[in-house]
């Protein structure tokens, strides 16, 4: 019983805490099918901006199962402003160490890193930004990566 009330307890604190994160604009992830991530399927997130002037760190958050073949995720990044004019990147996140070891948070089987892929960002227009999200590695199908998401925040 005692323990139970111990896990309410730490579900609270979690709960209230991340409710209180100001700084946060963005925050979204898009489930990858359970038989794996296509090369060809493109994740596209769609974020409202409207402040021109404050800058933010861009951060790509992936979820992988423990099973995931390797240490590391390449990804092809797109991100388009209003108006049609777009940037292309490739880019690197790390889940494990050259060890073995996740470097991800997590219980269980499931492990979630969140990477910056941007620091101090400002988006010279205001209206609706695409970031266009497809994996990068040799694999036609990528298995392991549960979830794929953005956050944007404000820099503090």
Known sequence: ??????????????????????HRVFDEYKAIPKNGWNKDSVLVFDIPVTDTIQSHNLYINIRNDINYSYRNLWVFVKIEQPGG???????????ADAAGKWLGEGFGGLKTREVIYRRNVFFPR?????????QGMRENLLEGISDVGIRLENVK
């Open 126 to 134: 205001s209206g609706d930004y695409k970031i266009y999200l497809q």
């Open 85 to 95: 004019i777009a940037i292309r990147d490739t880019f690197e996140l790390a889940v």
């Open 1 to 22: 019983m005692k323990t139970v009330f111990q896990l309410m307890l730490v579900g609270l604190l979690f709960t209230a805490l991340s409710a209180c994160d100001t």
